[in-house]
């Protein structure tokens, strides 16, 4: 049974931007940190939801380990990383009594969490809500996507890593908003011992995702 | 059952389905009809099934992309160079299964028989199982919740026609949900071996690594150790090691030291590995004399060694 969202806690959001990957490890967390701390720096309001409920990396990456949620007339208030409130966090992380805790449950009480995560958090006035997922095409991807879809997301954005063995399939994008535009994390070392940049470069067999039209945004380097 | 959360009263107590945590629930109804507390019969049937298989291992992270399925597909490898040991690898990474493109078995099919489904063999003593055989498509998305996953772990380790077997490799999703519940509750009566925890040296692995040997702990699974991987990288021009992932906690040395468990290697970065698990070829065979294939080799030995000491075959079908 779909859950319907309270209005009011998503009503203040502007765009809603999900992070995905068909595979673990190629960066999405950092990515959704590094997204949202860009657009911070352009001035935005930005929120993080971190939906990885067995993994949460998010509130380490910007340094909110500890942090604990409190409650408000209207729901969860999120954690806020910084005095200005420019990025306001939400993660299974803030719940956990000690950071090496594991979250073992089965679909039906993530989906749940998922579902409050939507509702239940106090997001207020927001230009962008970043949802950081983990790896896979499951329950935390459905249930965010069904909980979201009501409040229009923009779009998600997929990252990978140039092996082939990375690119996600074609039905991740299916799961999600349409607009799926690709992000390739290129790895490249640069060798400080002989002085050349050895580009360390995870091989590609292919040359470009395959079988649909996905921009390239962008291919920082490690 | 482990994984109800940690506020319910438990599928076999007396309130299952009654408390008041029980209310909206997914399973309040299965629990009060009774249901969650009768033995499920499928861990019987799978026990049988097991009987033929001497020695099963878990291939766990907390993390993606630490190299579970890269270093599962050259456990298999290494193991299976000894031409008189039987080896099979199941793959239950449902939405993600990597291995049959590492084992270069892309496209393959799993044909039925009488006795159930057949193995799709790399070579004549090394069998693959994984929900890739069975999409048309490698592009095909599997958006499966959890109880459908579950559902395709009880027929793989119920219907596959094992045979004998000396080693089954379970390559596992990221993560301690669904599929590691689902294999740990089915294979309970069946007993593992252990599990070989993948991380790589950076804290934000280690930190869900933690949470999977916690979740060991709790499931009383075994640890046979931690491996790490992506732990260096040797430039082929100088050939002076640069850390790409560096440990600023300590790497997985200070966290088996700390949880006292054994850390059964380091695996460093070699562009190679990345390139033969595309192309489906062993890296072990491919790149002999590379210095990871040498850590892998040093790695798959001691769990040999790990699984020889315990209780042998005849013993555990006694026990049980």
């Given amino acids: 049974m779909e859950a319907v969202a309270e209005p009011g806690n998503l009503a203040g959001v502007r765009h809603i931007i999900l992070v995905l990957s068909g595979k673990g490890g190629v960066g999405k967390s950092t990515i959704s940190t590094e997204l949202a701390l860009a657009l911070r ?3 935005k309001k930005v929120g993080i939801l971190d939906v990885d409920l067995c993994g949460p990396s998010v509130p380490r990456m910007l340094q909110a380990q500890g942090c604990a949620v409190h409650q408000c007339d209207n729901g969860w208030v999120p954690v806020f990383v910084d005095q200005e409130q420019s990025i306001a966090l939400m993660s299974v992380g803030f719940l956990l009594e000690t950071p090496d805790e594991a979250v073992v449950w089965r679909g039906p009480k993530k989906n749940a969490l998922i579902r409050q995560f939507v509702s239940d ?8 809500l970043v949802v950081d997922t983990p790896p896979g095409t499951s329950d935390e991807h459905i249930s965010a996507v069904e909980a979201l879809r009501p409040y229009q997301p923009l779009g998600a954005v997929l990252v990978t890593t140039p092996q082939t063995l990375s690119w996600p399939p074609g039905g991740v994008c ?4 349409a607009g799926a535009d690709l992000l390739q994390e290129d790895r490249a070392a640069s060798d400080r011992h002989c002085g050349k940049h050895e580009r360390f470069r995870l091989p590609a067999l292919r040359g470009e995702a395959p079988g649909r039209q996905a921009p390239c945004l962008w291919t920082p380097s490690l | 059952m482990e994984e109800v959360p940690h506020d319910c009263p438990g599928t076999d107590s007396a309130e299952a389905g009654r408390g008041t945590a029980c209310q909206g629930c997914p399973n309040q109804r299965l629990c009060a009809s009774g249901a969650g507390a009768a033995p499920d019969p499928a861990i019987e049937e799978i026990k049988e099934k097991m009987k033929t298989v001497k020695h099963k291992i878990l291939v766990l992270s907390g993390k993606g992309g630490v190299g579970k399925s890269t270093f599962s597909a050259h456990l298999a490898h290494g193991l299976a160079e000894d031409e008189n040991t039987q080896i099979a690898l199941l793959d239950i990474d449902i939405c993600g299964p990597s291995i049959p493109k590492i084992m270069g078995l892309e496209g393959e099919q ?17 069998g693959v199982m994984s929900v890739g055989f069975l999409l048309s498509s490698p592009d095909d998305a599997v958006i499966w919740r959890g109880p459908k996953k579950n559902g395709m772990i009880k027929q793989f380790l119920r219907d596959v026609d ?3 077997i000396d080693y089954l490799i379970v390559d596992t999703p990221p993560g301690t949900s669904d599929e590691h519940l689902s294999v740990v509750h089915y294979l309970s009566a069946a007993h593992i071996d252990g599990a070989v925890v993948i991380t790589t040296p950076q804290e934000i692995s280690l930190q869900d690594v933690r949470k999977e040997i916690n979740f060991c702990h709790k499931v009383k699974l075994p640890i046979i150790g931690v491996v790490e991987n992506m732990s260096g990288f040797v430039c082929p021009k100088c050939k002076k ?13 200070a966290m088996c ?14 562009p190679q590995i990345g390139k033969s698990c595309d192309k489906g070829q062993s890296f072990l065979t491919e790149a002999p004399d590379s210095p990871a294939t040498l850590a892998y080799r040093s790695i798959i030995q001691r769990i040999q060694e790990f699984c020889s000491l315990q209780p042998s075959h005849e013993e555990k079908l006694i026990g049980s």
């Fill in chain 1, 121 to 128: 958090v106090v997001w207020g006035e927001l230009d962008f």
């Fill in chain 2, 241 to 253: 090691e640069a850390q790409i992932f560096p440990p600023t906690t300590g790497g997985a040395e």
């Fill in chain 2, 110 to 126: 799993v044909h039925q028989s009488g006795s159930g489904w057949s193995l799709v063999y790399v070579e004549d003593n090394l």
């Fill in chain 2, 257 to 270: 030291q700390d949880l006292k468990i054994p850390l059964l290697g380091r695996v460093p970065l070699d």
């Fill in chain 1, 41 to 43: 720096h352009a001035g």
């Fill in chain 1, 174 to 177: 299916g799961g999600c908003a």
């Fill in chain 2, 162 to 164: 094992w045979g004998e």
